[in-house]
């Protein structure tokens, strides 16, 4: 059971918008830990997509974007692509006495229809 | 360019003990904070331990406490896991990841299988 919550898959069109929720708690997301998100490729290693709840790295296309509020934050893909049928995982931070922790959500699967 | 290269992953028995080792480059190390993060066969990421950026502080997921130990030595710009007791549930691939201001940069992994 993961820490934070995503939907197990979502699925769209080429050309359509789609988005990725990731529901966290006041100890978390809540408690004002920024929110990553990763793309996942079968086989090879996340990559980082988005960072602090909403930064895209360098050579992130600006279809990609990302948003927080309170405990939960969203990953938004517009133009869908299929280049972008892939895991996507959101990341944030955890704490309790030994201290901050990270925390994963469970991974939603996007197909492209 | 962030690069960070794990090996040392391998067929163990359970019960048996196994290290693996990451290097980094391409990147200041002894200033950054590293995490072990593992992914078993078809499911989703799951954090294993983490240590602060001079080594003196490190924390551990349940699940691994007791059995696992991370370090490092910034000298060689490397990060360690030494795995013990290991379990059929420790079959992972596992990963070393850099921590950028909460964000993590990622190895491509190192592939553990525990089993008799």
């Known amino acids: 059971q993961s820490v934070l919550t995503q939907p197990p898959s979502v699925s769209g069109a080429p050309g359509q918008r789609v988005t990725i929720s990731c529901t966290g708690s006041?100890?978390?997301?809540?408690?004002?830990?920024?929110v990553h998100w990763y793309k996942q490729l079968p086989g090879t290693a996340p990559k980082l997509l988005i960072s602090?709840?909403?930064n895209r790295p360098s050579g992130v296309p600006d279809r990609f974007s990302g948003s927080k509020s309170g405990t939960s934050a969203s990953l938004a893909i517009t133009g869908l692509q299929a280049e972008d049928e892939a895991d996507y995982y959101c990341q944030s931070y955890d704490s309790n006495l030994s201290g901050p922790y990270v925390v994963f959500g469970g991974g939603t699967k996007l197909t492209v229809l | 360019e962030v690069q960070l290269v794990e090996s040392g992953g391998g067929l163990v028995q359970p019960g048996g003990s196994l290290t693996v080792s990451c290097a980094a480059s391409g990147f200041t190390f002894n200033i950054y904070e590293m995490n072990w993060v593992r992914q078993a066969p078809g499911k989703g990421l799951e954090w294993v331990s983490y240590?602060?950026?001079?080594?003196?502080?490190?924390y551990y997921a349940d699940s691994v406490k007791g059995r696992f130990t991370i370090s490092r030595d910034n000298a060689a710009n490397s990060l360690y896991l030494h795995m013990s007791g290991l379990r059929a549930e420790d079959t992972a691939v596992y990963y070393c990841?850099?921590?950028?201001?909460?964000?993590?940069?990622w190895g491509q992994g190192t592939l553990v299988t525990v089993s008799s």
């Open positions: 006041s100890s978390n997301i809540g408690a004002g830990y920024d």
């Open positions: 602090g709840n909403t």
């Open positions: 240590i602060s950026s001079g080594g003196d502080a490190t």
């Open positions: 990841a850099s921590d950028d201001y909460g964000a993590l940069h």
